[in-house]
């Protein structure tokens, strides 16, 4: 009988990959679904949880075609986090799902960080006071939907929309998946009475939580019958994305950091202890043992690929990226003096401020599309760079190198300005695919082939390559690093004063 294979669904913010691992991390085989993803009003981004379903019951489909299904010992989920599903007491959706990407409740981060303290809610859910998170699109809910959310039975992360859909039974979700909502004490590991209660949310209208790694449920027939996968496949509590992103890079432990160079980019470096600081966000490891402190910038890769829709005619010609990629490897640092302030989508740490703004600098009529390609590549790198210095800062534990993943490991330049301006060897992932093998490590641990989720990351993972920094270019990254410090105080005031002026004008104009 050929091997046993566990399953990693990553269900993330436009699609579902089901991957089918071996004991070694092997991809044996795989499905992809997409996810619709609608826009339906300046800052508002929604999607159907029947979409999610749809999605990763396809996905499924796709794998157990490929590979005989009987081989499938067990699956765990990886999941988009900060994306709320709303439901009544039958299931359905009361409204449609708000994403991690909505930015509709500014007045409700202000409210709330007023009435319980920023320092409150970083304390206990590891959050600095931000946008993103549920809570504030609760708030926003109560006041602006009353009806809507007295109908919603439950409030729900992509994890337990999935769990109930392969598994049946009530809602069940891991403390990975949980604590992106910010009304997670993730000390306690327990939903939070403190904010519970100063919204005014009944504990029983949220999923049941659980560490990461034990059973939450079993396939059902039906499921079993519309997927393809084993009827009482076992069902493993995962982790939210960016969490077992971590595991399927191993990075459990302090040294090394992993870096999703996405459409986001997003790094996190294991810690055993608890701490917050505006430096990072603080959520709990997808093994569950230890906290993840982890760096997020909204507009990672998206900029390229909105430079490049925008002001290059799109993206029909797949080489236009390496033609941008040849002809900005051969500019100086510095791209001859233009600087991007990748704040396209707002600014997490360490500033927290999602009313500024990005910023080209340095525009000359002797600059092209090369250049500002450059620069954008250079910003988004200075930022990681002194991210990770402020997380060492903090922890008083240096990083030794980063793990690489994402579309963006691929570019040469990119890896090579990382680890020029950071000093730190980039390694590359053996699999792009880290959320989705993560997921399978937590599988495999569950299935019995490893002892710890810890021994499974280090049996199921490793890079295939490294690139080391040049010490020729340290002390041009370091000078071009402290202009771009100081680019952020000089326009942060100015960024403000525009946003005010466009709403003001565009509310005046409505």
């Known amino acids: 009988m050929a091997e046993p294979v566990v399953v990693g669904l990553d269900s993330s913010t436009q699609s579902t990959k089901a991957i089918a691992f071996d004991a070694a991390g092997g991809i044996v085989a795989e499905g992809r679904a997409s996810i619709a993803l609608a826009n339906p009003r300046l800052g508002w981004f929604e999607q159907e949880p029947a979409d999610w379903r749809v999605s990763?019951?396809?996905?499924?489909?796709?794998?157990?075609?490929?590979?005989?299904?009987?081989?499938?010992?067990?699956?765990?989920?990886?999941?988009?986090?900060?994306?709320?599903?709303?439901?009544?007491?039958d299931g359905s959706s009361v409204r449609p799902a708000t994403v991690w990407l909505d930015e509709r409740a500014p007045a409700e981060v202000e409210a709330l960080a007023a009435r319980l303290g920023r320092r409150t809610i970083h304390e206990i859910t590891g959050r600095p006071v931000d946008i993103i998170p549920c809570l504030y699109r609760l708030a926003w809910m109560q006041a602006h939907e009353p009806e809507l959310y007295a109908r919603t039975a439950l409030f729900a992360d992509v994890q337990s929309v999935l769990v109930m859909d392969l598994c049946g039974g009530r809602a069940r979700t891991s403390w990975s998946s949980a604590d992106p909502f910010a009304l997670f004490d993730i000390r306690a590991k327990a939903w939070s009475k403190t904010i519970l209660e100063a919204i005014d949310l009944a504990e029983e209208k949220l999923p049941e939580t659980h560490a990461p790694?034990?059973?939450?449920?079993?396939?059902?027939?039906?499921?079993?019958?519309?997927?393809g996968l084993p009827k009482g496949c076992p069902v493993f509590a995962g982790g939210g994305d960016g969490q077992c992103a971590g595991l399927g890079t191993n990075c459990t432990d302090p040294a090394q950091a992993y870096v999703n160079l996405g459409t986001a980019v997003v790094s996190g470096v294991w810690q055993p202890d608890f701490a917050v600081s505006d430096a990072f966000r603080t959520e709990i490891a997808a093994q569950g043992d230890?906290?993840?402190?982890?760096?997020?910038?909204?507009?990672?890769?998206?900029?390229?690929?909105?430079?490049?829709?925008?002001?290059?005619?799109?993206?029909?010609?797949?080489?236009?990226?390496?033609?941008?990629?040849?002809?900005?490897?051969?500019?100086?640092?510095?791209?001859?003096?233009?600087?991007?302030?990748?704040w396209w989508g707002g600014v997490m740490d360490p500033h927290w401020d999602s009313q500024t703004r990005g910023t080209i600098l340095g525009l000359s009529g002797s600059h092209g599309p090369a250049h500002i390609y450059r620069a954008i590549l250079e910003g988004i790198t200075l930022w990681l760079a002194a991210a990770t210095a402020r997380t060492e800062a903090v922890t008083g534990r240096s990083v030794e190198r980063y793990v690489a993943i994402g579309g963006g490991a691929n570019s040469p330049l990119w890896r090579q300005m990382l680890a020029d301006a950071s000093g730190r060897p980039v390694c590359i992932s053996g699999t792009l695919e880290a959320s989705a093998?993560?997921?399978?490590?937590?599988?495999?641990?569950?299935?019995?082939?490893?002892?710890?989720i810890e021994a499974a990351?280090?049996?199921?993972?490793?890079?295939?390559?490294?690139?080391?920094?040049?010490?020729?270019?340290?002390?041009?990254?370091?000078?071009?690093?402290?202009?771009?410090?100081?680019?952020?105080a000089a326009t942060a005031d100015l960024n403000h004063r525009l946003v005010a002026l466009a709403n003001r004008v565009s509310k005046e104009a409505s």
């Open 457 to 488: 990351a280090a049996a199921m993972s490793g890079p295939t390559r490294q690139v080391d920094p040049d010490p020729a270019r340290k002390e041009a990254y370091r000078e071009l690093g402290d202009i771009f410090a100081d680019a952020h």
């Open 56 to 89: 990763a019951r396809a996905a499924l489909r796709q794998l157990t075609a490929a590979i005989d299904p009987a081989r499938i010992v067990g699956l765990a989920i990886s999941n988009q986090r900060e994306t709320m599903a709303h439901l009544a007491e």
């Open 213 to 227: 790694g034990p059973r939450l449920g079993e396939l059902t027939a039906e499921a079993a019958q519309a997927t």
């Open 290 to 342: 230890g906290y993840i402190f982890e760096n997020c910038l909204r507009g990672g890769a998206f900029l390229i690929n909105w430079f490049v829709d925008k002001f290059l005619g799109g993206r029909a010609d797949p080489a236009i990226f390496d033609r941008l990629e040849a002809e900005a490897s051969a500019l100086p640092i510095g791209s001859a003096g233009v600087l991007v302030q990748p």
């Open 437 to 452: 093998l993560g997921a399978g490590m937590i599988a495999a641990t569950g299935a019995g082939w490893f002892a710890t």
